[in-house]
């Protein structure tokens, strides 16, 4: 049990173009979502935390016009990069959070974009 | 967010010796100290945890300790194999907000 997905797995885009990632819990519901940031042989970066159903809070420091995140429903939490640009290649990680996990996060299998 | 620091960077184990990975965190209130391992490229999956009314969590070859006084807890990994080579990363949480700050993680590397 507990299982998070992503997708897609790996994109590559044209700088200026929107992308959009999606994290979904296949198996509970997750009642909060995470989304990190994570450079080659670097640490995971919290980028917004979301809540089904309101909005994403953002941590310091990360453009929310940048990377508008939706919460529509308990199993899909979508992050789109808008107007991409080469800084905004690496790994973007979701994990979720369900009911009776406490504290405990999956994550799912990342999303490496590639912004040319 | 929290101050995690996690060390060493690098550890470097002979087969079947232990491992040990150490991390210290500043906010006092924090309750909820679980540590991930992740292979290049792949998500990172949870080991073991550890909350703050526990002092010792052991899971076959792995154990997590706890010194909440000193605020810092570490990660015990015996009789390495092969197959435990990757990157650990330490997490805290003060539980209200359900967030982690992660530690910078260990590239653990167990020659055979």
Not at chain 1, 10 to 19: A, D, L, Q, W
Not at chain 1, 21 to 36: G, K, N, P
Request: net charge neutral.
């Amino acid at each position: 049990g507990a299982v998070v997905s992503q997708h897609p797995s790996r994109v590559i885009c044209k700088s200026g173009t929107s992308v959009k990632i999606e994290c979904r819990s296949l198996d509970f519901q997750a009642t909060t979502m995470f989304w990190y940031r994570q450079f080659p042989k670097k640490s995971l970066m919290l980028m917004a935390t979301s809540n089904e159903g309101s909005k994403a809070t953002y941590e310091q420091g990360v453009e929310k016009d940048k990377f508008l995140i939706n919460h529509a429903s308990l199993t899909l939490s979508t992050l789109t990069v808008t107007s991409a640009h080469p800084e905004d290649s690496s790994f973007y990680i979701c994990s979720a959070r369900g009911v009776g996990f406490g504290e405990t996060q999956y994550f799912g299998p990342g999303t490496r974009l590639l912004v040319l | 967010g929290e101050n995690v620091e996690q060390h060493p960077s690098t550890l470097s184990v002979q087969e079947g010796d232990s491992a040990v990975i150490k991390c210290t965190y500043s906010d006092s209130a924090s309750n909820y100290f679980p540590w991930y391992k992740q292979e290049l490229g792949k998500r990172p999956q949870l080991i073991i945890d550890i909350r703050s009314n526990v002092g010792e969590k052991k899971d076959q070859r792995i154990a997590v300790t706890l010194n909440k006084t000193a605020k810092h807890f570490s990660l015990h990994i015996t009789e390495t194999q092969p197959e435990d080579s990757a990157v650990y990363f330490c997490a805290v949480s003060s539980g209200y907000d359900y967030k982690l700050s992660f530690g910078a993680g260990t590239t653990v590397t167990v020659r055979a």
